[in-house]
Nanobody, 124 residues
Framework: QVQLVESGGRLVQAGGSLRLSCAASGRTLTGYAMGWFRQAPGKEREFVAAISWSGRSTHYADSVKGRFTVSRDYAENTVYLQMNSLKPEDTAVYYC?????????????????WGQGTQVTVSS
């Protein structure tokens, strides 16, 4: 069993930056690809970014490409989402998720473990 805890979300002005963290416990993330998703009020949960177990493969939603960067720290058993040039439309609850396979995916249903989410609010 993998427990995931996100942190780092807060209120920030448009154009600002945030770094979200996703700390894993219960077992190491060995062999797990990781994903970041977000959900705004009244909307479906949507893919944001993903990283393979090796870290050599990353994927981004078109809406965040060039602004967000996903990374992982194997020693800390933690995954990060660096978010720059934030826009009001980035406002959402951000979730990290673990997929029990080494290759990354953009699909919500293919992830096995989820965190509780962290709120990101971008003011205009």
């Amino acid at each position: 069993q993998v427990q995931l805890v996100e942190s780092g979300g807060r209120l920030v002005q448009a154009g600002g930056s945030l770094r979200l963290s996703c700390a894993a416990s219960g077992r190491t993330l060995t062999g797990y690809a990781m994903g970041w998703f977000r959900q705004a009020p009244g909307k479906e949960r949507e893919f944001v970014a993903a990283i393979s177990w090796s870290g050599r493969s990353t994927h981004y939603a078109d809406s965040v490409k060039g602004r967000f960067t996903v990374s992982r720290d194997y020693a800390e058993n933690t995954v990060y989402l660096q978010m720059n040039s934030l826009k009001p439309e980035d406002t959402a609850v951000y979730y990290c998720a673990a997929k029990g396979a080494p290759w990354a995916t953009t699909i919500v249903a293919e992830h096995d473990y989820w965190g509780q989410g962290t709120q990101v609010t971008v003011s205009s």
